[in-house]
């Protein structure tokens, strides 16, 4: 088993020794702290992530086969808000656009599905809002969550709409705001496709549809417009009546397989990337479309033989139309009065089939793509989409070693894989509870990257299980003698302290830390970030709701010979920087007022004597630094 232990540059947390150097801390990262974990208690990523283009609203606005429930869900939105859509199989998506057209919303935008419900937060008036969370596991919201948003839809007089997949994904206390849909008439959807799709060959394709097609009456709505698009090729000579009915009848995955097997590999190469990130940026799809083809054919040839597809060979709408995808341009989703294009396949379910057939049946590839989905950049830019990717393949891919990526991902020095390891372990306990925990019993006593990863794993866990369970785990990690999880540690316990209600509990169990020898390097560390010794975003907020406890750290960080040095360089460093810099000034009162809270000449002198008593040598370190945090209270704009 490796026993590498080199730490990330980005999560250099805790200060080392350098006995080289005469003893001198180095090693912690530059630069003002502000998280950066990609699950669990984040920071939030946008709310809005796709706005509906007028076309699109046009389309629903004016072909839309409503299902007998259609009524109740229009109530209910209507009344309270909030209405949450269950069955697949129903047209729940378009269902939802239709519900929020016919409220009078201003605009409809699809919220963040990565977003818990119980984080959203500035909603727009007159919005309408589409938190489309289908096949999730588990519950994705609980009471208080849906009580919350509830309350701010209705003073923010807008609307949302939440798509689940069963009532059962409900708390009690929504249930009424629940609708349970029919699929819509079959042959109502499919005449509905045949008017927006054309005019002049109407009655042709209309004969098609009712005659040779025959839709069941309970035929899902996807499989009902594909009956009406395949109804005006054939009506327009451009498909054979028999090709047309196999089309109609074949499953996706036999589909799927039938156009792969006529791609060149740039076609490949861009259904599998828009398989994977179906419904983002059509730009920054086809980049990592052609990264993926310049990858698969330095495979193929060596990088002697490497020559790029010609330039000008084929054109955007060529290449679209020959892997079945098209693209919506919208409004941009964060920038106003901007706009961004979006690429998409043409069927419902192409995505998935796509993903399992490339990556089943063509095993010399895998290597090459799971190189291209598992780049920092990619993770970073498309965690969610990367993230369901690995998910769908260890669940529904045959293999003997399931969890081979995540293996693969969670004995890597980058944070972004660990974390990407940690989520997919996430996503699978709810089904396969017994191989995740396993998995991460296993990595408890693995290498130094794996014990980073139940770091991860358990900050997640912070979200859905009591938080004593979380900073257990973290406990237990912290006693490693390995320096990248005890890191992770200390990351991971800055995040949790970024969710208000834990910072309480938090900091208590923190603060018994730094007396444990056994994991008192890492709760010093956690005390040098929280308290400001070490430029951290949230220092100055935990200072105004929890001073008492953050002064007992960092005293002890202050005392401690672990920690003592770089807290006594910091305080000098902000003492000379403080008359040029106000944030070194801002800094040096926060810690001031924590190390001597009595600000007067007694109450330095004091705080001075304490640290004198046991480091009398560096004692006017500390001296000169509460003498210039005095002056600089004394100061007419700080005064005033």
Same mark, same amino acid.
């Given at each position: 088993?490796?026993?590498?232990?080199?730490?990330?540059?980005?999560?250099?947390?805790?200060?080392?020794?350098?006995?080289?150097?005469?003893?001198?801390?180095?090693?912690?990262?530059?630069?003002?702290?502000?998280?950066?974990?990609?699950?669990?208690?984040?920071?939030?990523?946008?709310?809005?992530?796709?706005?509906?283009?007028?076309?699109?609203?046009?389309?629903?606005?004016?072909?839309?086969? &409503?299902?007998?429930?259609?009524?109740?869900?229009?109530?209910?939105?209507?009344?309270?808000?909030?209405?949450?859509?269950?069955?697949?199989?129903?047209?729940?998506?378009?269902?939802?656009? @239709?519900?929020?057209? %016919?409220?009078?919303?201003?605009?409809?935008?699809?919220?963040?599905?990565?977003?818990?419900?119980?984080?959203?937060?500035?909603?727009?008036?007159?919005?309408?809002?589409?938190?489309?969370?289908?096949?999730?596991?588990?519950?994705?919201?609980?009471?208080?969550?849906?009580?919350?948003?509830?309350?701010?839809? @209705?003073?923010?007089?807008?609307?949302?709409?939440?798509?689940?997949?069963?009532?059962?994904?409900?708390?009690?206390?929504?249930?009424?705001?629940?609708?349970? *849909?029919?699929?819509?008439?079959?042959?109502?959807? !499919?005449?509905?496709?045949?008017?927006?799709?054309?005019? #002049?060959?109407?009655? @042709?394709?209309?004969?098609?549809?009712?005659?040779?097609?025959?839709?069941?009456?309970?035929?899902?709505?996807?499989?009902?417009?594909? +009956?009406?698009?395949?109804?005006?090729?054939?009506?327009?000579? =451009?498909?054979?009546?028999?090709?047309?009915?196999? $089309?109609?009848? #074949?499953?996706?995955?036999?589909?799927?397989?039938?156009?792969?097997?006529?791609?060149?590999?740039?076609?490949?190469?861009?259904?599998?990337?828009?398989?994977?990130? #179906?419904?983002?940026?059509?730009?920054?799809?086809?980049? =990592?479309?052609?990264?993926? %083809?310049?990858?698969?054919?330095?495979?193929?040839?060596?990088?002697?033989?490497?020559?790029?597809?010609?330039?000008?060979?084929?054109?955007?709408? =060529?290449?679209?139309?020959?892997?079945?995808?098209?693209?919506?341009?919208?409004?941009?989703?964060?920038?106003?009065?901007?706009?961004?294009?979006?690429?998409?396949?043409?069927?419902?379910?192409?995505?998935? !089939?796509?993903?399992?057939?490339?990556?089943?049946?063509?095993?010399?590839?895998?290597?090459?793509?799971?190189?291209?989905?598992?780049?920092?950049?990619?993770?970073?830019?498309?965690?969610?989409?990367?993230?369901?990717?690995?998910?769908?393949?260890?669940? #529904?891919?045959?293999?003997?070693? &399931?969890?081979?990526?995540?293996?693969?991902?969670?004995?890597?020095?980058?944070?972004?894989?660990?974390?990407?390891?940690?989520?997919?372990?996430?996503?699978?306990?709810?089904?396969?509870?017994?191989?995740?925990?396993?998995?991460?019993?296993?990595?408890?006593?693995?290498?130094?990257?794996?014990?980073?990863?139940?770091?991860?794993?358990?900050?997640?866990?912070?979200?859905?299980?009591?938080?004593?369970?979380?900073?257990?785990?973290?406990?237990?990690?912290?006693?490693?003698?390995?320096?990248?999880?005890?890191?992770?540690?200390? +990351?991971?316990?800055?995040?949790? *302290?970024?969710?208000? $209600?834990?910072?309480?509990?938090?900091?208590?169990?923190?603060?018994?830390?730094?007396?444990? @020898?056994?994991? !008192?390097?890492?709760?010093?560390?956690?005390?040098?970030?929280?308290?400001?010794?070490?430029?951290?975003?949230?220092?100055?907020?935990?200072?105004?709701?929890?001073?008492?406890?953050?002064?007992?750290?960092?005293?002890?960080?202050?005392?401690?010979?672990?920690?003592?040095?770089?807290?006594?360089?910091?305080?000098?460093?902000?003492? %000379?920087?403080?008359?040029?810099?106000?944030?070194?000034?801002?800094?040096?009162?926060?810690?001031?007022?924590?190390?001597?809270?009595?600000?007067?000449?007694?109450?330095?002198?004091?705080?001075?004597?304490?640290?004198?008593?046991?480091?009398?040598? =560096?004692?006017?370190?500390?001296?000169?630094?509460?003498?210039?945090?005095?002056?600089?209270?004394?100061? &007419?704009?700080?005064?005033?």
């Amino acid at each position: 088993m490796s026993d590498e232990d080199e730490v990330p540059d980005d999560l250099r947390l805790i200060p080392t020794h350098n006995h080289a150097s005469g003893g001198a801390f180095q090693g912690v990262q530059a630069g003002v702290v502000t998280g950066g974990v990609h699950f669990g208690v984040t920071a939030e990523q946008e709310l809005v992530v796709l706005r509906a283009t007028e076309a699109e609203l046009d389309d629903v606005r004016r072909h839309f086969e &409503p299902t007998d429930r259609y009524a109740s869900a229009r109530r209910v939105l209507r009344e309270h808000g909030v209405v949450v859509l269950a069955g697949p199989g129903t047209g729940r998506s378009y269902t939802a656009r @239709r519900l929020l057209v %016919d409220i009078g919303a201003d605009e409809v935008v699809e919220a963040n599905p990565v977003r818990a419900l119980g984080t959203f937060a500035g909603l727009e008036t007159g919005t309408g809002y589409i938190w489309d969370v289908r096949g999730a596991a588990g519950d994705r919201f609980d009471r208080a969550e849906f009580e919350r948003v509830s309350r701010l839809v @209705r003073a923010a007089a807008c609307h949302l709409v939440i798509v689940l997949d069963t009532p059962d994904q409900v708390p009690g206390g929504a249930r009424e705001h629940v609708v349970r *849909l029919t699929p819509p008439p079959a042959a109502g959807v !499919a005449r509905a496709e045949l008017d927006r799709l054309c005019r #002049e060959d109407l009655d @042709r394709a209309v004969a098609t549809l009712e005659g040779e097609f025959a839709l069941e009456v309970d035929a899902a709505p996807e499989k009902a417009v594909r +009956a009406a698009r395949l109804a005006v090729r054939v009506a327009r000579g =451009q498909l054979g009546c028999e090709e047309a009915l196999r $089309e109609l009848r #074949e499953d996706v995955e036999h589909a799927v397989e039938r156009h792969l097997a006529k791609q060149s590999d740039l076609q490949l190469a861009l259904s599998f990337a828009v398989a994977l990130l #179906e419904n983002q940026p059509y730009d920054e799809v086809m980049a =990592q479309a052609l990264l993926l %083809d310049d990858a698969l054919r330095r495979a193929q040839v060596g990088e002697d033989g490497f020559r790029r597809n010609p330039c000008f060979a084929t054109s955007k709408g =060529q290449l679209l139309d020959a892997v079945g995808a098209a693209t919506a341009v919208r409004a941009h989703p964060v920038h106003p009065r901007l706009r961004e294009e979006t690429v998409h396949f043409t069927r419902q379910g192409w995505a998935g !089939a796509v993903l399992r057939r490339l990556w089943r049946e063509y095993p010399l590839a895998q290597e090459v793509l799971w190189g291209w989905m598992r780049a920092r950049a990619m993770i970073r830019r498309f965690h969610e989409p990367v993230l369901r990717a690995v998910v769908t393949i260890v669940t #529904e891919i045959p293999a003997h070693d &399931p969890l081979r990526l995540v293996e693969d991902l969670a004995r890597k020095q980058a944070a972004d894989h660990q974390q990407l390891a940690a989520a997919v372990v996430a996503r699978l306990e709810e089904r396969y509870g017994e191989l995740a925990e396993n998995t991460v019993e296993s990595w408890s006593r693995g290498t130094a990257y794996q014990q980073a990863t139940v770091v991860w794993f358990s900050l997640g866990q912070a979200s859905t299980r009591p938080l004593d369970d979380c900073l257990r785990r973290l406990e237990i990690i912290a006693r490693s003698d390995k320096w990248t999880p005890r890191n992770a540690v200390v +990351a991971a316990v800055l995040q949790l *302290l970024r969710v208000e $209600e834990h910072r309480t509990r938090v900091l208590d169990v923190v603060t018994a830390w730094t007396t444990n @020898r056994r994991v !008192a390097k890492v709760g010093l560390a956690v005390a040098m970030w929280a308290t400001g010794y070490y430029p951290h975003d949230l220092a100055e907020e935990l200072v105004v709701t929890h001073a008492d406890r953050l002064a007992v750290l960092a005293g002890r960080a202050l005392m401690d010979p672990e920690t003592r040095d770089p807290a006594l360089a910091c305080l000098e460093t902000l003492a %000379d920087e403080a008359w040029l810099k106000p944030a070194s000034a801002d800094r040096l009162l926060v810690l001031a007022n924590l190390l001597a809270p009595e600000s007067t000449w007694l109450g330095r002198r004091k705080a001075v004597a304490v640290f004198a008593a046991v480091h009398p040598a =560096q004692q006017n370190t500390l001296r000169n630094a509460l003498r210039v945090a005095r002056r600089l209270r004394t100061r &007419p704009e700080r005064a005033g």
